[in-house]
């Protein structure tokens, strides 16, 4: 095999010509990795087409849980901001020497200093191995597409053998992504895994990718300005934005409004983990653990549909928690878009669908339920769900730029049941902040949050869903 041009096309090559030849033990099944001094790779990553789908079969785990050290504190305090973002007057002028004609001063990773393509800390380690594991899933889940449907099913949802080819590109691109994180991780970077998917048909299988997808670039968002390692999400940054572009693509395939959301929400890692585990069976011994907290599943009753004409008419209609994707199963046929020959609410794979009814909107009653704690979730089921959370009062809506919360009504701790109204909030104008492919999280208290500081929201998270609004 030549050596993958993933990383070459990206322009490495040129800047790579300088670099000490890692040696190369062979180029066909030796993952290579970066030397700490270097640039990464430019031989993709070994890796297989997974052979193996459904539930974890397996032995019970001899390690569980999230991996940990010393707890310093249940939570971080807030404290004051830093003082020279305060002070730093904006005010259009320029406040301090050049370091070179035609550039300002300040930045971070600006001085000359050779930049170092590698996690730089714990933080950084076990965010780019989380987003590894979601490299990986998406490698083998868009493959699995493809040899699991025939073209006939595709075809009946609109998406064409040229739709096709596109879904094996954005599978490729997977080796790329993978590549490069794993080089950044070194050598005890997270291998790949089996995996179990909730679905049945192509419908099912295009919503799981939409919200996977969608997860998974919310999960980057989340943790990307927080890196010590400038270099390291300099590179992750040119991966996720094609994340991004194939969760649209995704969105076009379900024939979804492609982007009806202003801004994109950035997420906790412990809430990426807890969407992405349950759809990991197995993986090899020894494997690399993470850190982040899996947080019990949250069902959402009546979970909008996009297959159906009208979505939000629907009652128990996902294939389970967590990503609460859409189930076809029992839907009379004309009720499904798909066999809608109305314009305005069919839902053929385009470029942009209008959708004349909703599927959710402000207002909407939504009924939930959820798991207690303690469930053995994720890779060999080694993984455990927690909460420190007694009895959830809150619903969070966590979408674009905001964290939204409204009462939980009628709790029945007993049941682990509540309802709760979708909120009429808007980003900027009337655009509706509860949009698009987002999130819902049970808490105790209604923590104020913003993007930068999402995460300390954790230590009051009682369980987590994806929400389909729009
Ligand atoms: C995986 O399968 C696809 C066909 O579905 C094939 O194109 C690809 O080469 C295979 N990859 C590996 C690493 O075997
Ligand atoms: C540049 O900045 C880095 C970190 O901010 C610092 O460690 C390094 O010493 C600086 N290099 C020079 C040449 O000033
Ligand atoms: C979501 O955004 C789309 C596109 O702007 C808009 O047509 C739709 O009405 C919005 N949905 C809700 C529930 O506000
Ligand atoms: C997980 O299970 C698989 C299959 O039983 C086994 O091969 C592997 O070693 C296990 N992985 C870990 C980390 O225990
Ligand atoms: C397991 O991984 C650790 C590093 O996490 C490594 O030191 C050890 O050699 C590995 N063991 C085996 C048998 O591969
Ligand atoms: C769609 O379903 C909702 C919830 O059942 C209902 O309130 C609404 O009237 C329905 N819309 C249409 C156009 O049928
Ligand atoms: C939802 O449907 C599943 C079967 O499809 C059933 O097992 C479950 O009890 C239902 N849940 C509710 C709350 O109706
Ligand atoms: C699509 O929906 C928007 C509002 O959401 C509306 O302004 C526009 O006229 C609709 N276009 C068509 C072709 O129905
Ligand atoms: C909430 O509980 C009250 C009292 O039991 C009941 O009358 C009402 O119908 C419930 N509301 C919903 C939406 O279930
Ligand atoms: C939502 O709020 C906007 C602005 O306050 C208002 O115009 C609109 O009528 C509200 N919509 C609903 C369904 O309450
Ligand atoms: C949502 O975020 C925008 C932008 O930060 C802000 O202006 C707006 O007030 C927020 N809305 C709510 C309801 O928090
Ligand atoms: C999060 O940031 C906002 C400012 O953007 C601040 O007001 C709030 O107190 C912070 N929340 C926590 C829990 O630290």
Not at 376 to 396: D, Q, R
Not at 420 to 432: A, D, R, Y
Request: aromatic letters at 10%; charged letters at 15%.
């Amino acid at each position: 095999m030549a050596p993958s041009t993933a990383l070459w096309a990206a322009g490495l090559l040129t800047l790579v010509s300088n670099i000490r030849a890692v040696p190369v033990v062979s180029e066909t099944t030796t993952t290579v990795f970066l030397e700490p001094t270097n640039l990464p790779s430019p031989y993709a990553i070994s890796h297989h087409n997974v052979t193996s789908h459904g539930p974890y079969d397996g032995p019970p785990a001899t390690t569980t849980g999230a991996l940990s050290t010393s707890i310093l504190a249940p939570s971080i305090a807030p404290a004051p901001p830093p003082p020279q973002i305060v002070e730093y007057e904006a005010d259009g002028q320029l406040h301090g020497d050049q370091p070179m004609p035609f550039t300002p001063s300040g930045g971070i990773g600006t001085n000359g200093s050779k930049p170092i393509y590698k996690v730089a800390s714990d933080f950084d380690y076990q965010s780019l191995a989380l987003a590894l594991y979601h490299e990986w899933i998406e490698l083998d889940l868009f493959h699995w597409g493809l040899a699991t449907f025939s073209d006939e099913e595709f075809e009946e949802y609109g998406i064409t053998a040229e739709d096709r080819h596109l879904l094996q590109h954005m599978a490729d691109q997977e080796i790329g992504h993978a590549s490069v994180i794993a080089n950044m991780l070194g050598p005890n970077a997270p291998k790949q895994c089996t995996y179990n998917y909730p679905v049945s048909n192509v419908a099912e299988y295009i919503d799981f990718n939409q919200k996977l997808t969608r997860w998974a670039e919310a999960g980057v968002y989340g943790f990307l300005p927080h890196l010590n390692s400038g270099p390291a999400a300099n590179m992750l940054l040119q991966s996720i934005t094609v994340e991004a572009r194939q969760q649209l693509i995704f969105r076009q395939f379900g024939g979804q409004f492609p982007m009806p959301e202003w801004h994109t929400p950035g997420i906790p890692q412990s809430w990426a983990w807890t969407l992405l585990a349950p759809y990991i069976s197995s993986c090899p011994y020894n494997q690399t653990r993470l850190v982040w907290q899996n947080f019990p599943a949250l069902y959402i009753l009546n979970q909008p549909n996009p297959a159906r004409i009208n979505g939000s008419a629907v009652w128990n209609e996902t294939t389970g928690g967590y990503a609460n994707t859409l189930s076809t199963e029992g839907i009379p046929e004309d009720e499904l878009c798909i066999n809608s020959e109305d314009e305005l609410s069919d839902c053929k794979a385009a470029v942009s669908q209008n959708r004349t009814v909703p599927l959710s909107y402000p207002g909407r009653e939504v009924f939930l339920k959820w798991d207690a704690p303690g469930q053995l979730v994720g890779p060999n089921n080694s993984y455990v769900t927690t909460t420190n959370v007694a009895e959830p009062k809150f619903a969070a809506w966590l979408s674009q730029l905001n964290v939204t919360y409204t009462p939980l009504l009628n709790v029945s701790l007993d049941d682990r049941t509540a309802y709760t109204i979708q909120p009429n909030v808007s980003t900027w104008k009337n655009n509706p902040a509860v949009n698009g492919t987002m999130f819902i999280a049970l808490t105790d208290v209604d923590l104020f949050v913003t993007p930068y500081n999402v995460t300390m929201v954790n230590p009051h998270v009682a369980a987590l869903a994806v929400y389909q609004a729009g």
